[in-house]
């Protein structure tokens, strides 16, 4: 059983900054893809961010791209979601998720990912 813990959510302005964290568990996190999704309210999941298994490869979504930045590190187990320049638009609940596999999958839909966290809330105010 896997356990996905993510931390690091709440409450900033417009163009601030935010840092948010997985920590997982329970399986071999240095050769397992890892990702973060959000989720806003009466709107799908959808992918934010990818890195894989040693951190060569990293993909992000065109809505997020050069101001986010994902990285992990195996020794602690954890993958981070560095978050810069916030928009309100990016207001949602951010999960991370990981699957059985080395490298980024070429879809990004969440159903291609098997394990999830229980999420940490983002409010980004204008």
């Known amino acids: 059983q896997v356990q996905l813990v993510e931390s690091g959510g709440g409450l900033v302005h417009a163009g601030g900054s935010l840092r948010l964290s997985c920590a997982a568990s329970g399986r071999t996190f240095s050769t397992a893809v890892m990702a973060w999704f959000r989720q806003a309210p009466g709107k799908e999941r959808e992918f934010v961010a990818a890195?894989?298994?040693?951190?060569?490869?990293?993909r992000y979504a065109d809505s997020v791209k050069g101001r986010f930045t994902i990285s992990r590190d195996n020794a602690k187990s954890t993958v981070d979601l560095q978050m810069g320049s916030l928009k309100p638009e990016d207001t949602a609940v951010y999960y991370c998720?990981?699957?059985?596999?080395?490298?980024?999958?070429?879809?990004?839909?969440?159903?291609?990912?098997?394990?999830w966290g229980q999420g940490t809330q983002v409010t980004v105010s204008s």
């Open positions: 890195i894989n298994w040693n951190g060569g490869t990293t």
């Open positions: 998720a990981s699957d059985n596999k080395y490298y980024i999958p070429t879809s990004s839909n969440p159903s291609v990912y098997t394990y």
